[in-house]
């Protein structure tokens, strides 16, 4: 049960183009968000769309799959794990973030 502790599984698209750095020390990160989404029934029995937006951070190989084969709109099966981290804006303000860290990729679709 280790492996379960920290374990996140979506399917979504895209929402933009990955952006790609590559890092001093030749490694890469991508970064891209997708959209999950699911339908339910209210209380009164209407249709209900749910969109979900996630930010997911990709490193080496897997950064470079993204890089080559991931675009706007396309959907992807992905794996990871939620990450939390803070940093400071240029005006001082303190932000917080979580991102799903993909160790895992699967391109669907056409």
């Not at 959209?35 to 996630?54: F, I, L, M, P, R």
Request: charged share 30%.
């Amino acid at each position: 049960m280790n492996a379960l502790k920290n374990k996140v599984q979506l399917i979504g698209n895209l929402g933009q183009d990955p952006e790609i750095v590559n890092l001093e020390n030749g490694n890469k990160v991508a970064r891209f968000s997708i959209a999950t989404s699911e339908s339910y029934k209210n209380a009164k029995g209407e249709k209900v769309d749910d969109t979900q937006w996630h930010n997911v951070v990709a490193w080496g190989k897997t950064a470079e799959i993204v890089e080559n084969y991931l675009n706007k709109g396309k959907q992807v099966a992905l794996e990871g794990k939620l990450t939390h981290r803070s940093y400071e804006t240029k005006e001082g303000e303190k932000r917080y973030i979580t991102e799903v860290r993909c160790n895992e990729l699967l391109m669907l679709g056409k």
